[in-house]
């Protein structure tokens, strides 16, 4: 849809269509607000979208995010959203050699059934007790921080109330993580497997005494108040499309192909000036929602830009003819990819290609988690791929800084790549390349995303998927009642560099959408 021509003036401007931004729309709209998104892009859903990505195959990938947690049901009904979620059968499966032979620990399928994979591995119940109080606790916490989300900021002493367990506090926001992960668990792979959560997308050390390790990993455990991820249903495009068709019934307008260029304001209203391929257009409001990065923010505002923000992971998609058979055959490998399968991260593996990477080099045992959103969720394949058997696998590679691939994005991208596929098929009875399919032009359907891509590509800063590091979901000087303020008035940024920001969430939207609502009535 296109703009009108001309200055016109609206209640509120969202500068991204991406899902935080789209929710921001229907939430205003629905309440009555004239509403004009403007994207850069001929597609609005930013990272969040379903795409097919390999010449003339019917598969629709989630190209770029996954899965969704932190998604408040909230959300969804209050904008009555047709999107749906499945939950996963099975949480993880992590291969390893022990004494020689393949074995690993499957996570899921009932709690006998765990219980009985982690003596096999550890040869004792003592770390599944172990691993049953840890998240018992996390799970309390999850129960009492995630309605938070949605609510105005808490102060850190009324977050420290709602989660009311001193341990419980002292564990994830008080010490690194590597020292509760030691005291609790003793088997190195398991460490490693509770470690993964707090080094998605964000490079640190177990012990970073900065504790963005920490911020990172309650963000993974308290989706949902449960902390479990699920796969939406149709692709991460579902969710996009259905916002976006959510804002339009409810009276937004979404200009594609309208990239934001500049944004002046006078602390009362603002103007956005923003261009397309046939010139420039103003756009005049009220409030002013960024859904972008706060380095972007800062270009739009001509503020002092934030601290450069660094990615840390390689995205693989890829599309099988079949599911490679595993070298461990007490796990059929349906099972085995459902869940997350774990590459590489045992915690001293974790440890090591951190070193190796803060030390400037790609790791030589790079660490991955990998799993197939098919096996849950089959519409996203065509009908004859999914008769045939066709399956999709989703790779997300850690500690691959941005900073690696600035010598030679290409070169280093296609070294790991290289690198991190011959860690599974260490674990894999057949080469993962007999297992690919083909496009229509014979090339293995398989791609792979650095950092450096992601930024050229979405507009991500040095790649970070969550557009800095992620903050505790308490309030801080400067952030606002809401987490979305900014240092001026009537400009909210409310994309995942918010204060609770970061991961599918919508939850920046909800806020400065209803932030803007609170200063109507004020």
């Known amino acids: 849809m296109t703009a009108p021509e001309g200055t016109r003036t609206y209640d509120a401007v969202i500068v991204g269509g991406g899902h935080n931004g789209l929710v921001a729309a229907a939430y205003l709209a629905r309440a009555g607000r004239s509403v004009l998104v403007l994207e850069r892009l001929?597609?609005?859903?930013?990272?969040?979208?379903?795409?097919?990505?390999?010449?003339?195959?019917?598969?629709?990938?989630?190209?770029?995010?996954?899965?969704?947690?932190?998604?408040?049901?909230?959300?969804?009904?209050?904008?009555?959203?047709?999107?749906?979620?499945?939950?996963?059968?099975?949480?993880?499966?992590?291969?390893?050699?022990?004494?020689?032979?393949?074995?690993?620990?499957?996570?899921?399928?009932?709690?006998?059934?765990?219980?009985?994979?982690?003596?096999?591995?550890?040869?004792?119940?003592?770390?599944?007790?172990?691993?049953?109080?840890?998240?018992?606790?996390?799970?309390?916490?999850?129960?009492?921080?995630?309605?938070?989300?949605?609510?105005?900021?808490?102060?850190?002493?009324?977050?420290?109330?709602?989660?009311?367990?001193?341990?419980?506090?002292?564990?994830?926001?008080?010490?690194?993580?590597?020292?509760?992960?030691?005291?609790?668990?003793?088997?190195?792979?398991?460490?490693?497997?509770?470690?993964?959560?707090?080094?998605?997308?964000?490079?640190?050390?177990?012990?970073?005494?900065?504790?963005?390790?920490?911020?990172?990993?309650?963000?993974?455990?308290?989706?949902?108040?449960?902390?479990?991820?699920?796969?939406?249903?149709?692709?991460?495009?579902?969710?996009?499309?259905?916002?976006?068709?959510?804002?339009?019934?409810?009276?937004?307008?979404?200009?594609?192909?309208?990239?934001?260029?500049?944004?002046?304001?006078?602390?009362?209203?603002?103007?956005?000036?923003?261009?397309?391929?046939?010139?420039?257009?103003v756009a005049a409001a009220r409030h002013v929602l960024v859904n972008a990065s706060p380095r972007e923010l800062a270009a739009l505002t001509g503020d002092t830009p934030p601290p450069p923000a660094e990615g840390a992971q390689l995205k693989v998609n890829m599309l099988l003819k079949r599911l490679p058979r595993l070298r461990d055959t007490s796990v059929d490998p349906r099972e085995a990819f459902a869940g997350t399968f774990h590459i590489a991260e045992g915690y001293g593996q974790l440890a090591a290609a951190h070193a190796q990477a803060a030390a400037g080099e790609p790791p030589a045992v790079p660490p991955s988690e990998i799993y197939c959103h098919s096996l849950t969720d089959p519409t996203i394949l065509g009908p004859d791929l999914a008769a045939r058997g066709y399956q999709t696998l989703t790779l997300f590679g850690l500690h691959t800084p941005a900073r690696l691939f600035e010598r030679d994005n290409d070169a280093v991208r296609e070294e790991l790549l290289k690198s991190t596929l011959a860690q599974l098929d260490a674990h894999l009875a057949e080469p993962l390349a007999d297992c690919l399919a083909t496009d229509a032009d014979g090339r293995p359907c398989l791609e792979a995303r650095s950092p450096l891509d992601l930024e050229r590509d979405l507009g991500l800063p040095g790649g970070n998927i969550f557009h800095r590091e992620l903050s505790w979901p308490h309030a801080q000087d400067g952030t606002g009642r809401w987490g979305v303020e900014t240092r001026h008035a009537g400009v909210l940024l409310c994309g995942a560099g918010a204060v609770r920001g970061g991961g599918v969430s919508g939850v920046p939207g909800h806020n400065a959408a209803m932030a803007v609502l609170e200063a109507g009535e004020a």
């Open 42 to 281: 001929d597609h609005t859903g930013g990272a969040a979208v379903s795409t097919r990505p390999f010449p003339g195959v019917d598969a629709r990938l989630s190209r770029y995010s996954y899965l969704v947690s932190l998604l408040p049901r909230k959300i969804v009904r209050d904008l009555g959203l047709d999107f749906r979620l499945r939950t996963r059968t099975v949480s993880s499966y992590t291969p390893v050699e022990r004494d020689g032979r393949p074995t690993g620990l499957l996570v899921g399928g009932g709690e006998r059934r765990t219980r009985e994979a982690f003596a096999r591995l550890t040869g004792s119940d003592r770390e599944y007790r172990a691993w049953q109080r840890f998240y018992d606790m996390t799970g309390r916490v999850a129960r009492g921080v995630f309605p938070t989300l949605t609510e105005p900021l808490p102060t850190r002493e009324e977050l420290r109330r709602t989660v009311g367990d001193e341990e419980a506090w002292r564990t994830l926001f008080e010490e690194p993580l590597g020292v509760a992960v030691e005291e609790h668990f003793a088997d190195d792979l398991v460490r490693g497997v509770v470690l993964t959560d707090a080094l998605i997308g964000t490079f640190a050390d177990a012990h970073d005494p900065s504790l963005k390790q920490n911020r990172c990993f309650l963000y993974h455990v308290i989706g949902g108040g449960t902390g479990a991820w699920d796969v939406p249903v149709g692709g991460m495009g579902a969710l996009t499309d259905a916002l976006a068709d959510a804002a339009r019934a409810a009276g937004a307008v979404i200009a594609t192909g309208h990239e934001a260029v500049r944004v002046d304001t006078d602390g009362r209203t603002a103007e956005v000036v923003h261009r397309t391929a046939d010139g420039e257009g």
